[in-house]
């Protein structure tokens, strides 16, 4: 597989990695044993970069990873975690120093490292992009060796901007995929130009841009693509790509119209598109299933996409999709 640098961390990864929150919660029942089937396919795959976060399954992801590790020691993993949703009251003034230690310690033990390889704040309020203290919290990590790097994990453009202008900022992780290009205006050129690494995540449309469903697909309860899609548990954007289920299921079916169906499929096209754009470290797809995994690390050996490919993305994005999200985030 191809391999990038990830931005300030200076380390080099695989394109194509493997984003964990499926196997952690809120996609429906994942078995330990199917969770950790899934990262050893992708492992062999090619993956070599894989996302969590703290509060997935409330450490369940970050622990099954941390077993990965110990049964692939030498496999070169670069595994990168997320902190701040388990601020209680979720506001600014819940960043403390003494709140991300003992956050980055708890991470630290579930995924049995001494050292975490990358730290992302996990979409936290606005105003913690601007906070000095944060930082000087997180710097203060990477000198005592808690941590080797950290990132940030936005909601808007203008949240990722703001982080992009600090210079410890190593990542900034944000929602890019064909239903979601805003990103390409001013985010992608300035990490780019400041040598930050994009790692794009919902790459799929929380499901979407597989193509398999349709206006009558129902999901189980406990998947957030039931109990989240108005923003009902968080913001709305990271399901469906905050893209009106129904809106999205016609747009998708008109790319699956337009689009070849000789050169992988809709799924793994969606992931060349996101693998092409200038900037791009690595894009995070998620699994529930080895197959799944295997599938999405194939995307990497698909040629670059052509301009006629392009096009017809971008068309049906104008179209269709861009008067509902384009200035929301």
Known sequence: MEKRTLGRTGRSVGVVGLGAWQLGADWGSVSSQDALATLHAAVEAGVTFIDTADVYGDGRSEKIIGQLLKELPDAGLTVATKLGRRAEPFEPAT??????????DRSRSNLGVDTLDLVQLHCPPTPVYSSDKVYDALDSMVAKGRIAAYGVSVETCAEAITAIARPNVATVQIILNPLRQKPLEQVLPAAEAAGVGIIARVP????LLSGRYTEE????????RTFNRSGEAFDVGETFAGVPFRAGVRAV??????LP????TLAQTSLRW???QPGVSAVIPGARSPEQARANAAAAQL???SDDVRGVIRLIYDEDIRPLVHNRW
């Open 253 to 258: 079916r008109r790319l699956q119209q337009a």
């Open 204 to 207: 799929l449309a929380s499901g």
């Open 261 to 264: 169906d000789d050169e992988g």
């Open 274 to 276: 996101i693998i092409d």
């Open 95 to 104: 960043f403390t120093k003494d709140n991300m230690k003992a956050w980055v």
């Open 217 to 224: 697909t129902v999901f189980a309860d406990d998947d957030h």
């Open 303 to 305: 040629p670059e996409l």
